[in-house]
């Protein structure tokens, strides 16, 4: 168990709909990282927030988004979704600090766009 | 961040130990090594990481070269549940803490232990 809490485990909605992906860090943990794994591109890096405000963006569209809470919870908000979409999405958290400091991931949210 | 090369695959025996090859010849002065494994479509586990020595936990053992440029992972005894695909990333570290530490995952070593 990594300490880093998925919120829900799997998701099913359709193209069009509005979604929203929850990740409790682990306890004392500032950075708030998302990744996606879809089939064809591997495991990409979306965004990072600390301490609630954001830090660094990777590969993430416009049509999703983001936000840190000041209890260090995050919450990744996905939109007008379509079939490509479809993947998971994981959340990871470290250390204040962080030179040096392991990232440690959930166990992940299934998204399925039908 | 340097690249790093892994072969696609490799297979080991149950009860060898596994070692899991990395090259990462353009890593710089602030870069750590870091290993991960994903167990089927889990979350990616964090096994091990190191700057320069070599390192040993409870999972692995890590020995990376004197000049840097590779590293191998070692599982001493490697077990069914130790089939994986095995990711070895280098990561900046900003010392001032100013930085970003987003991981880039390649495609990895997929380990399958027979057995």
Known sequence: DSGVTQTPKHLITATGQRVTLRCSPRSGDLSVYWYQQ????GLQFLIQY???EERAK????????????PDLHSELNLSSLELGDSALYFCASSAAGEVGQPQHFGDGT???IL | DAKTTQPPSMDCAEGRAAN???????????????????????GPQYIIHGLKNNETNEMASLIIT????????ILPHATLRDTAVYYCIVRVEYYSGAGSYQLT?????KLSVIP
Do not use: M
């Open chain 1, 50 to 52: 600390y301490n609630g």
């Open chain 1, 110 to 112: 299934r998204l399925s």
């Open chain 2, 105 to 109: 995952f390649g495609k990895g070593t």
């Open chain 1, 58 to 69: 990777g590969n993430i569209l416009e049509r999703f988004s983001a936000q840190q809470f």
């Open chain 2, 66 to 73: 004197e000049d840097r440029k590779s590293s191998t992972l």
């Open chain 2, 20 to 42: 899991l090859p990395c090259n990462h010849s353009t890593i710089s002065g602030n870069e750590y090594v870091y290993w991960y494994r994903q167990i089927h479509s889990q």
């Open chain 1, 38 to 41: 879809s089939l064809d591109q």
